[in-house]
């Protein structure tokens, strides 16, 4: 059996998934850098053909990691109602390293178009039909867009999904299907199925193999326990597909381009190397010691064929390199590829040896800052799906209280605004008292209005600790509120006398 039979016998159709693997195909070769057919090729040089490799400046992976750096890195920030459900989620999230596990997921998912984030409870004991989940952890994984089965659609968003993954276990290869459907009540239901051998051909584990192993799991939640992430560009091959677009899906020419001046770059230094033309007879033995006149190693020396004018023993070839206008091919080629995945122009130069990136603050108005406004909006909504998953499965299953009812994710914004010189004119506001300080906080301390009265009260605490460590007592008579009172006191009194004067 394979996974399209297995499928079909499910009542499921997969042919979207196979016709799109040719595309899978294409941005993966150009992810890892080599392509076949285009890197591999062969020159013929007049008497037969040699074969060469086009070097490869690796453009594809530079944009893709690239993307996933802007978009999250370690100054992104997930918040929940208050500290306590932030920091319960935050130890999940560490727990499964999940911050190198979503930049790497995002990666990968805006090279080869689509990726997923999926949720699941591990170590929990099933005994006749009742879960013990008195050990149970939530793992968070990626998985990427070959192992990504879409089984139902609507609008483009996948509603159920099948995620077919692999374990190594003695020598011996087990398939993971695990399928994400709804029932009847509109919830989730993982059906999990287990077997051995290779994608093209498997046979079911035997029951051994499946100790511990949970067939079908009842989430008990209308809340999907994965997340598709995709770059939120516009489909212009199939606008039905559920698959994303690569985010360099329609720069494959520049990518070509780039590689073939990078490779003509290296080229011109190897063809153009200097070299010395010398005749045959000037590389024969010495006729008084019997050793070659020339060494026979030396690359840099050509034997000349029988018949070469000896008027002319030795001759150099002085031609001069090409190397400037290839760089600057290069770079012509970088500034296209910079704009066709939405980083707008000048986001790479090739200094010669290696592609630099540009650094600084970038205006509100130019490309690039609308591009990562535009991918945030999508990847915003897998991260709140994905958070409101974890928090679910982690308060029904797995001992630890989670309210995800209300989810912010503050995204860095550092590249896009000078944050350094705006904290500084906002500590000013605050000590002039233009600006207030719960307003300071909740901006620039990423935290949520109950978060920044929270973080007020325990620095007022503090204060007043300070103050009594050093011998300072809150009397109540030098404090503002007594000075008005005072005040009022005297207002009062100063009636009472015009009143008896009257």
């Known amino acids: 059996m394979n996974l399209q039979q297995f499928f079909s016998k499910q009542g499921y159709d997969i042919s979207e998934k196979l016709n799109w693997e040719k595309y899978i195909d294409i941005w993966e070769s150009w992810y890892r850098g080599k392509v076949r057919k285009f890197h591999n090729y062969y020159i013929y040089n007049g008497q037969r053909k040699v074969k060469m490799e086009k070097k490869s400046m690796q453009g594809a992976k530079k944009v893709a990691e690239d993307?996933?750096?802007l978009l999250f890195n370690e100054k992104v920030s997930i918040n929940l109602k208050n500290n306590t459900n932030t920091k319960a989620l935050n130890e999940i999230l560490r727990q499964n390293?999940?911050?190198?596990?979503?930049?790497?997921?995002?990666?990968k998912s805006f090279a080869i178009g689509t990726g997923a984030l999926v949720v699941s409870v591990q170590d929990i004991e099933q005994e006749e039909n009742v879960l013990d989940v008195s050990n149970a952890r939530i793992k968070l994984e990626f998985v990427e867009c070959k192992k990504i089965i879409p089984l139902t659609w609507e609008n483009g968003k996948m509603i159920e999904c099948a995620f077919v993954t692999t374990k190594y276990k003695k020598g011996q290869t087990y398939i993971y299907i695990a399928m994400h459907v709804l029932n009847k009540n509109k919830n989730y239901v993982i059906k999990n199925y287990m077997f051995k051998g290779k994608y093209?051909?498997?046979?079911?584990?035997?029951?051994e193999e499946k100790e511990g192993f949970i067939s079908e799991f009842d989430t008990l939640s209308n809340i999907p326990w994965f997340a598709i992430i995709t770059p939120n560009i516009c489909n212009n091959i199939d606008?039905?597909?559920?698959?994303g677009l690569s985010v360099y899906a329609n720069a494959i020419d520049t990518l070509k381009c780039l590689d073939n001046a990078y490779d003509g770059l290296d080229n011109e230094v190897v063809i153009g190397r200097r070299r010395t033309f010398v005749a045959e007879e000037m590389l024969s033995y010495d006729d008084g010691e019997g050793r070659m006149v020339f060494d026979p190693n030396d690359i840099s020396v050509y034997r000349m064929p029988k018949g070469f004018n000896k008027d002319s023993m030795i001759e150099h070839d002085d031609a001069s390199l090409r190397t400037e206008q290839y760089i600057n091919s290069v770079n012509y080629q970088l500034n296209i590829l910079s704009s066709k995945v939405g980083f707008g122009q000048e986001r790479y130069k090739f200094d010669g040896q290696a592609i630099q990136t540009a650094t600084g603050v970038i205006s509100e108005n130019s490309?690039?800052?609308?591009?990562?406004?535009?991918?945030?909006?999508?990847?915003?909504?897998?991260?709140i799906t994905i958070v409101k998953a974890i928090a679910y499965a982690s308060s029904t299953f797995?001992?630890?209280?989670?309210?995800?009812?209300?989810?912010?994710?503050?995204?860095?914004?550092?590249?896009i605004e000078d944050r350094g010189a705006e904290q500084v004119r906002a500590m000013?506001?605050?000590?002039?008292n233009l600006r207030s300080h719960k307003s300071y906080i909740e901006e620039y301390r990423d935290l949520n209005e109950e978060q920044a009265l929270e973080e007020m009260e325990q620095i007022q605490q503090e204060k007043m600790s300070?103050?009594?460590?050093?011998?300072?007592?809150?009397?109540l008579s030098n404090t503002g509120e007594s000075q008005i009172n005072n005040k009022d006191d005297k207002q009062d009194d100063k009636k009472k006398d015009n009143k008896g004067k009257e």
Do not use: C, Y
């Open 97 to 107: 390293n999940a911050e190198v596990i979503i930049n790497k997921g995002i990666e």
């Open 466 to 475: 300070n103050q009594e460590a050093f011998g300072f007592t809150t009397d």
């Open 428 to 432: 000013q506001e605050v000590s002039q």
């Open 200 to 207: 093209s051909s498997f046979v079911e584990a035997n029951e």
């Open 367 to 383: 490309d690039m800052f609308r591009t990562i406004k535009k991918h945030e909006q999508v990847l915003k909504d897998s991260l």
């Open 398 to 415: 797995a001992n630890t209280i989670i309210d995800a009812a209300e989810v912010t994710i503050d995204f860095d914004d550092s590249i």
């Open 67 to 69: 993307w996933a750096d």
């Open 239 to 243: 606008s039905e597909t559920p698959f």
